[in-house]
Nanobody, 120 residues
Framework: QVHLVESGGGSVQAGGSLKLSCVLF????????MGWYRQGAEKERELVSS?????????ANSVKGRFTISRSRDNAKNTLYLQMNSLKSEDTAVYYC????????????WGQGTQVTVSS
């Protein structure tokens, strides 16, 4: 059964950094794109960053130059990361890891979400 487990959220001051991690169980790295979405209070869910099957990356304009998506395979443990630097208050949201069939707002598989709060 596919299962995505996120970690790494928290509270940070503006200008700080956080790194989100997502362990993906039973997701085929070679078959699926992956990404990070976020949803702030009273906002629609948006695709923050994605990485394709052949490791091409894409970023929302609002995070370009500040966020970096990556992934790794280590002893059959597949992990997706999002390094977030120079955080701003507008980055405050629940961040979701997702895999397979990504669109701007949907994906086949989702993590449970992790809260990121940036205080100014």
């Amino acid at each position: 059964q596919v299962h995505l487990v996120e970690s790494g959220g928290g509270s940070v001051q503006a200008g700080g950094s956080l790194k989100l991690s997502c362990v993906l169980f039973r997701v085929d790295f070679s078959a699926c794109g992956m990404g990070w979405y976020r949803q702030g209070a009273e906002k629609e869910r948006e695709l923050v960053s994605s990485i394709s099957r052949d490791d091409k990356t894409n970023y929302a304009n609002s995070v370009k130059g500040r966020f970096t998506i990556s992934r790794s395979r280590d002893n059959a443990k597949n992990t997706l990361y999002l390094q977030m630097n120079s955080l701003k208050s507008e980055d405050t949201a629940v961040y979701y890891c997702a895999a397979c069939d990504l669109t701007t707002s949907r994906a086949s598989y989702w993590g449970q979400g992790t809260q990121v709060t940036v205080s100014s």
